[in-house]
């Protein structure tokens, strides 16, 4: 019988590091990994209309009592890490959260401007649901209560500073030993990501590590500026609880 897994549920908003950071961790090699869970049922539920959406909800299938199964089962290959990428905004307000218990649920955050800038380039509009803030916060809470503790919470910007002592904390957090193995990995595609890949990811596929953080200003218009006003009062919650080395 396999030993219970550490489930380590990394719960994002998109266009943040979280792919990049779903390849450090399945680069180890006790590590299983899962792209997005509930993309499938997201897609399904909402009909939002995403590319590829319906190849999406072919591939990933829209039963969310076997997905939240298999979130809460073994990892694949009988490793003993088993990491989750998901979206806040997929785990929609009908599902059950009590299953969150068997997890580790962690909160990777972005400052809202440069989230709607990364996202406005690949979508034509964007909306404060589309970016799963509110979400976040709400979900925070949700595990918060749950698990009785305060979730692990990383900033984006604060991990790209200085990925080794940021991972090493995180590994810390988990009591397991850091691996070099987290910090490179080969580019190109893996069998893991999933089918969406292709217009979401090509910047992941470039890379071969965690790129160096840069400023940037992020040219926003009017309606993109009064969406991050709304999301960033959810994102300065969650950046108080931050994870600091």
């Not at 709607?116 to 918060?144: P, W």
């Not at 071969?208 to 309606?223: C, I, N, P, V």
Request: proline share 5%; net charge negative; aromatic share 12%.
């Amino acid at each position: 019988m396999n030993e219970t897994p550490l489930r380590i549920a990394m719960w994002s908003g998109p266009r943040n590091i979280s792919t990049a950071l779903m390849r450090a961790f399945e680069n180890r090699e006790d590590c299983a990994v899962w792209d997005e869970p509930f993309y499938g049922y997201y897609l399904a539920a909402t009909g939002s209309d995403h590319p590829g959406a319906a190849e999406v909800i072919a591939d990933q299938g829209t039963d969310s009592d076997a997905i939240i199964a298999r979130c809460i089962g073994n990892a694949p290959g009988g490793k003993s890490i088993f990491y989750q990428k998901h979206m806040t905004l997929h785990l929609l307000e009908q599902l059950d959260r009590s299953w969150l218990k068997a997890l580790e649920n962690c909160f990777l955050i972005r400052e809202p401007e440069a989230v709607i800038a990364s996202y406005a380039a690949v979508r034509n509009t964007v909306t404060l649901s589309d970016i799963g803030f509110v979400q976040q916060a709400k979900l925070f809470e949700e595990a918060r209560r749950i698990s009785g503790q305060t979730p692990l919470v990383i900033d984006s910007r604060e991990f790209l500073l200085d990925p080794r002592a940021m991972l090493e904390a995180i590994c810390a957090r988990f009591d397991i030993e850091f691996s070099d193995r987290m910090l490179r990995w080969p580019p190109g595609p893996r069998d893991t990501d999933g089918v969406w890949a292709r217009y979401w990811y090509d910047s992941v596929w470039r890379s071969t590590g965690f790129a160096h953080y840069r400023e940037r200003s992020h040219d926003l218009d009017d309606q993109e500026r009064k969406i991050a006003q709304q999301a960033r009062p959810y994102y300065e919650d969650l950046y108080q609880h931050r994870l600091q080395t």
